[in-house]
C-alpha cells in the first residue's frame, strides 16, 4: 500500500516528490466517468468507444500515489466529520472561488480533499489552496432545493428541476422526458437497493440528492460536455462525473434515429416509453443505467468516491444491473440476466486470452486504458463478477465489503490488489480461473 503524500494537479502531473514509478501511474478511479459511448447509429462501437481513460485523464483532477518512502509518517490523514464548516478560498486552473465543505483528507503539504455542502469533492493542491477558516456554523449538506437553486445558477438559462423520491432531475428539455429519467432511475433505485439486502449487503440512503442534468438535445449536451469530458463528448450519450457526484445526459428522442419524428413537448410519459422499447433503443437504455448504476455504488455505501477500487469491479457491477426491464411496470427483472452482448465478446476473447489474464484484470486497469484491449476488458469484467455473484455471493459479499471501507486517497498497488482478491476468493487464482472458464462455458 502506497501513502499519497501529494496531490496531482488536473492533468495528472505529479509533484515533484513523487517517484518515476508513481508518475507513470495513473489511478483508475479517475475515469469518474465511463464514458459509455453509444450513438444509435454507432451501435457496434458502444463497446470500443469505451476507452475513456485516453480523455478521462485528461480532464480530472487526480489524487497523487504515495511517495515510497515507507519508513516515513504518514503524510495524509483521514479526518472525521467536522462539525464546523470550512470556508476554503482556491485558485485551480485559472478559476477561483470560495468553498464551504468539511476537509475529509488532509495531506501533510497543505493539500486537501474538501466535501462541498452540495457533495461535490475537491481534491485540491496545496498551492490551489488560497487560505482556510472555520465558519460559524455546522456543516451541512444541501437539501433539494438549494441543490437545484445552486444547480440552475451554474447551468445555461432554461433549466427546470424534476423532483423524485431519490433525484434531482434538472433539465431542459420537455416535462414528459424528465418524468421519464425520473421513473427509470427510481425503478433503478428500487432494485439496486432491494438486489444488495437481499443478499445481507448494508446499503443506505445516499445523503445527497442524486443529480441528473438533461439537455435538451445532443448540441446542448456536447457544448456542456466538452468541458468536462473533452474531446469524447463528440462520441457519448451520457456520463456520471464522480467528483462532482452527477449523471450529464440529453434528450435521446429528440435525434436518435428509432425515435419517432419529434412531437416535442406533447409527448407523455407513456408514448417515451414506447420509444424505448424499440429494440434499437435498448443499448442506449443499458448506457443510461450502466451510468446510474454507478452512481449509486458511489451514494448508497457500497463503493466510496477517492478510494482504491478496482475498476473491474466498479465496471463488473454496472454492467451487471445495466439489463433494462422497461416491460414491467411494476418490478425490475433484468438485474442479472445474462448480458449476450457481453457474453459475446468475452468468447471472443477467449481464442487469445492470455494465462495471466484474470490476474491482470484484478490487478491493473492497464487493459481498460488501451483501445485495443477495452472490449475485452470489459467483458471479462463482467463475466468475472456474474460468475462471482452467482458462485460465490458470500465471498463476492465479503470482498465488497473491504474494498467499500478502504480509506480515501490512498492507492493499492497490484500486490495488494491481489492480496485482498485473494482474501476473498482464496489462494488459488489458476484453480479459480479453470473454474470460471468452465462456468462461462456452460452459458448458454
Ligand atoms: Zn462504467
Redesign the pocket.
Known sequence: MKIQNRLRDRHGKPGRLLPAETRRKRHPQFQP??F?RVLPVFILFTFKL?VFPLFVFTLCVFPGHASQAGTQAPSRAEKPSASVVEIVEFEREGKSGVLAGRVLVEAQDGGILLEGEDGQLWPLLSEQVISRRKGERPFRRLGSEELARKLQEELPPGFAVKKTAHYLIVYQTNEAYASWCGWLFERLYTAFINFWKRRGLPVQAPEYPLVAIVFANRSNFQVFAREEAGQAAATIIGY?HLEKNRMVLYDITETATWARPSTGSKRTLSEINRIFLHPEAHRTVATII??AT?QLCFNCGLLRRFSDCPLWL??GI??YFETPDLQSTSGWRGVGELNSVRLADFRQYLATRPEESLKSLIATEDRFRDPRQAQAAYAEAWALTYFLIRRYPERFNEYLRLIGQKPLMIWDDESTRIKDFQEAFGPDLDRLDEEFLRYMERLK
Open positions: 466517468f465511463c459509455a469505451c456520471y450502466h451510468e454507478h466498479s465496471e454496472a454492467i
